[in-house]
């Protein structure tokens, strides 16, 4: 398992080239079914950085592409709602629907969990509860609407973008402040990443959105990610005591909404 680097903030080789390719690959062949195959297949162990690092990166990807698909499905004069739907279906084939997973595993262990093995339990059995059909439906709902108000394909893609890249920009700094809640699982063999990795996670996700949306939008938009985000980890050490791959997965949704709802109150003047 790869631990923080203690040989300074950076550590040695945090900016090597081949690093950033080795940790993207790493984070595209995790988050994606995308065929990634840039960089090594080896493990993390021992590298400067962390795949965390380069969730933003991949979330660009997953935006683009869902981006291009709203904007074919425009061409052929689909509806904005309905080409809204075919925006989120591209971008939960590229990711396999694993945040929607986790989104629903969380509303469905965190509601329906007695105490913390039983949440633990829950989040864990494949099958879906209420509670996590309801989560999905109020979150998927919020997207699609989000991009149907949106409507114009320039301005879709863009939101998509930002709301792929920022939503994933605050995952390391969640795996970096809270410890792993299951001795193994999805968190626990990635490794946690350090201090650097959240940071310079967090700048990738910030960037898209301040370089695609209205400032203001952008700052709203990332405002309300971080909060959403941070309440969900404090809720997560409280019911769980840490972080899963199923609390990222949840923490991705809420972020990828909150900057899509947020585009779309800047549409609203």
Same mark, same amino acid.
């Given at each position: =398992? ?56 991949? $979330?660009?990807? +997953?935006? +683009? ?18 080409? %809204? ?10 990711? $396999? ?25 829950? =989040? ?36 998509? +973008?930002? %709301? ?10 969640? =795996? ?26 967090? +700048?990738?996700? %910030? ?63």
């Amino acid at each position: =398992m790869q631990q923080p680097t203690s040989q300074g903030f950076w550590g040695p080789g945090f900016w090597a080239p081949a690093g950033w390719l080795d940790d993207l690959a790493a984070a595209g062949r995790l988050l994606t079914r995308l065929p990634f195959r840039l960089g090594s297949a080896e493990a993390t162990a021992g590298r400067a950085g962390h795949p965390a690092r380069c969730y933003p990166v991949v $979330g660009v990807l +997953v935006g +683009v592409l869902a981006g291009l698909a709203y904007a074919l499905a425009a061409w052929l004069a689909l509806p904005p709602f309905a080409a %809204a739907l075919v925006a989120l279906a591209a971008g939960m084939l590229a990711t $396999g629907a694993l945040h929607e997973d986790g989104l629903a595993d969380v509303a469905d262990g965190f509601g329906g969990g007695r105490d913390r093995d039983r949440k633990l339990a829950i =989040m864990r059995d494949s099958r879906i509860g209420s509670y996590g059909v309801l989560a999905l439906i109020l979150v998927l709902a919020a997207r699609g609407g989000s991009l149907a108000t949106l409507a114009a394909p320039g301005t879709v893609i863009a939101a998509l +973008v930002a %709301a792929h890249a920022a939503s994933r920009g605050g995952l390391a700094a969640l =795996m970096w402040a809270l410890p792993p809640a299951r001795s193994d699982g999805l968190a626990v063999a990635t490794g946690r990443p350090g201090a650097a990795d959240a940071l310079a996670a967090a +700048v990738l996700g %910030a960037l898209p959105a301040l370089l695609l949306l209205e400032l203001d939008v952008a700052l709203a938009a990332l405002a309300a990610t971080a909060l959403l985000q941070a309440g969900l980890a404090l809720l997560a050490r409280r019911q769980i005591g840490g972080v899963t791959g199923d609390v990222l997965g949840a923490a991705q949704q809420l972020g990828e909404a909150a900057v899509l709802l947020a585009a779309c109150a800047g549409l609203a003047g």
